[in-house]
């Protein structure tokens, strides 16, 4: 062999034994570091929920999700959101069905419907997946607990009010999010049954959102159109309210519509301050979300929880805003 041959083979040899060093290096590397790492993930959360909502993007429920994932964060549990994009019911049946496929410990969502929600819940009961309703409860389904508003007393609450406010004279117009969802079933019964003793409270017309701001502000319109003695609405999601209110402002705003509202969103509040919208109802998003995690927890760790937690309600007005409020702020200069 000649000098060169002899240092192209050693250097050939050398090449072998550095690469082949690196490659064991690396591949303990990986294993060992990608092994401990997933323990990590693991021994990170606790467990693994998923909150299931009747809208993703939807304000309310955002702060549903921020209650949720404060609690999910204080008890290590590894929290997702997943949901129809906007309100569907398919959407929000197969996020369920995927949610459970993957085995999580635990599913929070609504009981939109007893046909549609009640089977699948129970579905997902059978294979072992906890299920706790929030919001709106399917009670004749097997789901561990509901927590949420008394949606029928919150309804009722409304009509109680309407009457006290509009001393029991009123024309009234209905916009729902739906005909329906059991929540927004609920809510409306209650108000009927407020109001069906007082003859100066007539209930005109009873349209539906579909939870859209868009499609109440349309119904509203239409409403007004056709009945123009109608000088009332009651909005039972939480959008109907603001986008009813958009139109009073617009082409009714002489003070002489009343309008009783649901939850307490930013605009919802402004329009408050603005003496368009009388009143709201007020519900606990935030700490539904939250509560329903521990309840989860509880539940997988044997602990007794009650099977129904209502939520406070009650109705709010422009004399129970903070003197902070921004608008307060702005209305004063
Ligand atoms: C209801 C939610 C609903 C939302 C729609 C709230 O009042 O409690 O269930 O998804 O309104 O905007």
Redesign the pocket.
């Known amino acids: 062999m000649g000098r060169l041959s002899v240092m192209a083979y050693t250097f050939g040899a050398l090449f072998f034994v550095v690469s082949c060093s690196f490659s064991i290096f690396y591949g303990v590397k990986v294993v060992t570091h990608d092994l401990p790492s997933e323990k990590k993930a693991q021994e990170k959360y606790n467990y693994h929920f998923v909150l299931v ?3 993703l993007d ?1 304000e ?2 955002r702060l549903v999700e921020k209650g949720a994932k404060a609690a999910a964060k204080d008890y290590g549990v590894m929290l997702e959101y997943v949901g129809p994009k906007q309100s569907n019911i398919d959407d929000h049946l197969k996020a369920i069905e995927m949610s459970a496929a993957s085995k999580v410990d635990g599913i929070m969502t ?1 009981g939109l419907s007893d046909e549609q929600f009640t089977p699948l819940i129970n579905r997902v009961i059978e294979k072992g997946i906890p299920v706790i309703t929030v ?2 409860d399917a009670s004749n389904s097997k789901r561990m607990a509901y927590i949420g ?1 008394d949606n029928y007393y919150s309804g009722y609450l409304a009509g109680k009010a309407l009457i006290a406010d509009t001393k029991g004279k009123a024309n009234v117009a209905i916009i729902t ?1 739906s005909f329906y969802k059991n ?1 927004q079933i609920q809510r409306v019964k209650g108000f009927e049954d407020a109001v069906k003793a007082e003859s100066g409270i007539q209930i005109i017309d009873v349209q539906e959102s579909d ?1 859209s701001r868009v499609q109440a502000a349309e119904k509203a319109y239409q409403i007004l159109q056709e009945h123009p003695e109608v000088n009332a609405f009651y909005g039972t ?3 109907d309210g603001i986008g009813i209110a958009q139109v009073v402002q617009k082409y009714k705003n002489n003070g002489n519509i009343y309008i009783m509202a ?2 307490t969103l930013p605009e919802t509040l402004t329009y408050i301050q603005k003496g368009i919208i009388n009143a709201t109802v007020v ?1 606990e998003p935030y700490e539904m979300g939250y509560e329903a995690v521990i309840m989860m927890i509880d539940i997988i760790e044997g602990k007794k929880v009650p099977s129904i937690i209502h939520t406070n309600t009650k109705i709010l007005k422009v004399g129970d805003l903070p003197p902070s409020h921004p608008d307060r702020m702005e209305a004063r200069y």
């Open positions: 909502p009747e809208e939807n309310y429920w609504q919001d709106t508003t999010g929540h939870i999601s939480a959008l649901f939850d519900q």
